[in-house]
């Protein structure tokens, strides 16, 4: 597919204010939607978690990358997961909590967050077409330890259109990383979730206060809107 033309901008309306970009330097960026933590069965719900909190972001999710691809913007996912051997695993990471659920245990879709097992996949709805590049990270935020600033860079991309899971922490993550890289970053609220809804309200706020610290909050649909109208 032809890239997005980068002479055209679109408005989408946002908090603290609306927010100009350009279609073809903006990367829709989706962040770990792995069926580890959306599914019944999954790493989330072993923890005592409501993976449907997490499910209901698919939906939104699902309308703003088949938006994205027919713009013909650059489409990213992240998975967050580590080597089989664990060699890229911190210690206290690993080392955390129940022994039972920690990383690198067996769970229901295989072992839990390591690439290449069931669950670390990307849930089915909002699996990668051909061409889209995936992430596979190895901490919370997507820049840690990857080369997604490099891709970004050379594709002068400038903006990131940012959805997934869970708002407070990998989102929230990612958003500092690339708000301290320069670029300019607009989360889409119903394109994110917590398996706390009170942290995900929290972690919006953080982003969008302050004139936009971080960067801007808007919803789907605002996305959805302004490519419309271009």
């Not at 890239?3 to 903006?26: C, L």
């Not at 998975?79 to 206290?92: F, N, V």
């Not at 670029?183 to 979730?193: G, S, T, Y």
Request: negative net charge.
């Amino acid at each position: 597919m032809a890239g997005a033309d980068d002479s055209k901008t679109i408005q989408i309306a946002a908090e603290p204010e609306p927010v100009s970009v350009a279609p073809g330097r903006t990367a829709l960026v989706i962040i770990d939607m792995q069926r580890d933590f959306l599914e019944p069965g999954g790493f989330g719900a072993a923890l005592g978690n409501d993976v449907s909190l997490l499910k209901a972001a698919v939906a939104p999710c699902q309308a703003v990358l088949a938006a994205a691809r027919a713009a013909g913007m650059l489409v990213i996912h992240t998975r967050e997961g580590h080597r089989a051997d664990l060699s890229d695993a911190p210690p206290l990471k690993v080392e955390r909590g129940d022994e039972r659920l920690r990383i690198g245990a067996p769970g229901p879709m295989g072992r839990i967050l390591i690439r290449g097992e069931a669950g670390h996949d990307i849930v089915a709805e909002l699996y990668p077409a051909a061409g889209e590049p995936v992430i596979d990270k190895p901490g919370k935020g997507a820049f840690y330890q990857t080369d997604l600033e490099l891709m970004l860079r050379n594709r002068r991309i400038d903006n990131l259109i940012v959805c997934g899971v869970t708002t407070e922490v990998c989102v929230n993550t990612t958003v500092r990383e690339a708000n301290d890289r320069g670029f300019r970053c607009i989360v889409l609220a119903d394109c994110c979730a917590s398996y706390f809804p009170e942290f995900h309200e929290a972690g919006l706020k953080m982003i969008k206060a302050q004139g936009g610290i971080f960067g801007s909050v808007a919803s789907s649909q605002s996305f959805l809107s302004a490519l419309a109208r271009a």
